[in-house]
């Protein structure tokens, strides 16, 4: 049966949507792209704002939107922080390769959180909630410049255990991720998703339920007893992840595995700052000897050195985005970065010298890259499968 999908981004929309309906001092920031973002039912309730006139060929524009757009990522950070400050809710959406330009105004105010904390006549602010979409897991048309998820890496190295980096893995995961942010105070929130539709693997509840604890297991692709634990976060390296337990299941009938999706990181820690993952909890959950295969959304060694905080090293494989591709297929991308469901399977074989397999997995790698480059296509196989 073909599993329901449904773009994350979508549904981003309609609760921003809402947002705006039921608060009116609620704010959007983002560059020109609340459209290509796939957030645009924002645009149902309110209009960008602009106070010189507007012509007839302009888009919906009003001196009272609630809708900032401007081409700054610089600007349009420091008008919410005004507003933020002001003790009312906004959120900023961008490219994910974009967010790198304001790095260091996060960092600054992570300092002045920080430090407000210390004081007694400082309130709380509200959360700076970042919205990440446009990735670099999908370059159908743009290339290298807009591949970099170094936003995630530098939030999680900040010990101020003040950021959360939060990833929905289906629509209802966004919807628990957004909840989150809007209840959040004093902290920077980073909710990373992909736009393209993406299967759905949860329901609502289970997906409160990860934001609260960090993580859930896919039961359905689990086993009590596994022998090896696959680990994943962000949206597109979970459903490879999945992909390679139903390859490996094929192949490896007496094997066992277990899947857990990662909802959210924090500084050193599986979890969000208020609710980071105990050792007790992660052993119970993670195993306390199996092989750990991990699959990343950002830069691999980010996941590694927090997974490494809870289990030996010698336990850990980890893929992710290795600063490879430009424009290309989407299986092609994530082949070349070694983050794809053959190159998952292909961890799992080695580490039980399943030299057959691995030569088997690196000829549908390279007939797909073949296909790719020259029709510019991934292979049927590959695309349908699920």
Same mark, same amino acid.
């Given at each position: 049966?073909?599993?329901?999908?449904?773009?994350?981004?979508?549904?981003?929309?309609?609760?921003?949507?809402?947002?705006?309906?039921?608060? +009116?001092?609620?704010?959007?920031?983002?560059?020109?792209?609340?459209?290509?973002?796939?957030?645009?039912?924002?645009?149902?309730?309110?209009?960008?704002?602009?106070?010189? +006139?507007?012509?007839?060929?302009?888009?919906?524009?009003?001196?009272?939107?609630?809708?900032?757009?401007?081409?700054?990522?610089?600007?349009?950070?420091?008008?919410?922080?005004?507003?933020?400050?002001?003790?009312?809710?906004?959120?900023?959406?961008?490219?994910?390769?974009?967010?790198?330009?304001?790095?260091?105004?996060? /960092?600054?105010?992570?300092?002045?959180?920080?430090?407000?904390?210390?004081?007694?006549?400082?309130?709380?602010?509200?959360?700076?909630?970042?919205? $990440?979409?446009?990735?670099?897991?999908?370059?159908?048309?743009?290339?290298?410049?807009? !591949?970099?998820?170094?936003?995630? $890496?530098?939030?999680?190295?900040?010990? $101020?255990?003040?950021?959360?980096?939060?990833?929905?893995?289906?629509?209802?995961?966004?919807?628990?991720?957004?909840?989150?942010?809007?209840?959040?105070?004093? /902290?920077?929130?980073?909710?990373?998703?992909?736009?393209?539709?993406?299967?759905?693997?949860?329901?609502?509840?289970?997906?409160? !339920?990860?934001?609260?604890?960090?993580?859930?297991?896919?039961?359905?692709?689990?086993?009590?007893?596994?022998?090896?634990?696959? /680990?994943?976060?962000?949206?597109?390296?979970?459903?490879?992840? /999945?992909?390679?337990?139903?390859?490996?299941?094929?192949?490896?009938?007496?094997?066992?595995?277990?899947?857990?999706?990662?909802?959210?990181?924090?500084?050193?820690?599986?979890?969000?700052?208020?609710?980071?993952? $105990?050792?007790?909890?992660?052993?119970?959950?993670?195993?306390?000897?199996?092989?750990?295969?991990?699959?990343?959304?950002?830069? +691999?060694?980010?996941?590694?050195?927090?997974?490494?905080?809870?289990?030996?090293?010698?336990?850990?494989?980890?893929?992710?985005?290795?600063?490879?591709?430009?424009?290309?297929?989407?299986?092609?991308?994530?082949?070349?970065?070694?983050?794809?469901?053959?190159?998952?399977?292909?961890?799992?074989?080695?580490?039980?010298?399943?030299?057959?397999?691995?030569?088997?997995?690196?000829?549908?790698?390279?007939?797909?890259?073949?296909?790719?480059?020259?029709?510019?296509?991934?292979?049927?196989?590959?695309?349908?499968?699920?």
């Amino acid at each position: 049966m073909t599993r329901p999908t449904f773009s994350s981004a979508l549904h981003l929309g309609q609760l921003i949507k809402q947002q705006l309906e039921q608060d +009116p001092h609620f704010y959007l920031f983002s560059p020109d792209e609340t459209t290509s973002n796939k957030i645009d039912a924002a645009f149902d309730v309110s209009a960008r704002a602009w106070n010189l +006139p507007v012509k007839p060929q302009d888009l919906p524009s009003a001196s009272d939107g609630r809708i900032i757009e401007l081409l700054s990522e610089n600007t349009l950070f420091a008008c919410m922080l005004g507003h933020l400050l002001n003790g009312e809710q906004a959120i900023m959406a961008s490219y994910e390769a974009f967010y790198n330009i304001i790095t260091s105004q996060i /960092v600054q105010h992570l300092k002045f959180i920080q430090q407000s904390a210390q004081t007694t006549w400082r309130p709380e602010y509200p959360a700076v909630n970042l919205l $990440s979409t446009s990735t670099c897991w999908r370059q159908d048309h743009n290339g290298f410049s807009h !591949q970099s998820p170094l936003l995630i $890496s530098s939030l999680l190295a900040v010990p $101020s255990q003040r950021t959360n980096c939060l990833f929905p893995v289906d629509r209802f995961a966004a919807e628990a991720a957004f909840d989150f942010m809007l209840q959040s105070k004093n /902290v920077v929130n980073l909710t990373t998703f992909n736009k393209t539709p993406e299967p759905e693997w949860q329901d609502q509840s289970a997906a409160n !339920q990860a934001i609260k604890q960090g993580f859930s297991i896919f039961e359905e692709f689990s086993a009590t007893d596994p022998d090896f634990v696959l /680990v994943a976060a962000g949206d597109i390296a979970t459903r490879e992840a /999945v992909y390679a337990i139903k390859i490996l299941q094929q192949e490896l009938k007496d094997t066992k595995f277990r899947l857990i999706n990662l909802a959210a990181l924090s500084y050193n820690a599986i979890g969000t700052t208020n609710n980071p993952l $105990s050792q007790a909890d992660f052993d119970q959950n993670f195993t306390i000897d199996k092989p750990i295969i991990a699959n990343f959304h950002g830069f +691999p060694e980010t996941l590694r050195s927090i997974l490494s905080r809870y289990a030996d090293a010698t336990r850990l494989t980890a893929h992710g985005f290795s600063e490879q591709g430009s424009t290309t297929t989407p299986f092609e991308m994530l082949s070349l970065n070694h983050a794809s469901r053959f190159h998952l399977a292909i961890s799992v074989a080695e580490r039980i010298n399943r030299s057959d397999l691995v030569q088997k997995y690196q000829e549908i790698l390279a007939k797909n890259s073949t296909h790719a480059h020259e029709f510019g296509l991934d292979l049927p196989e590959i695309t349908g499968f699920c």
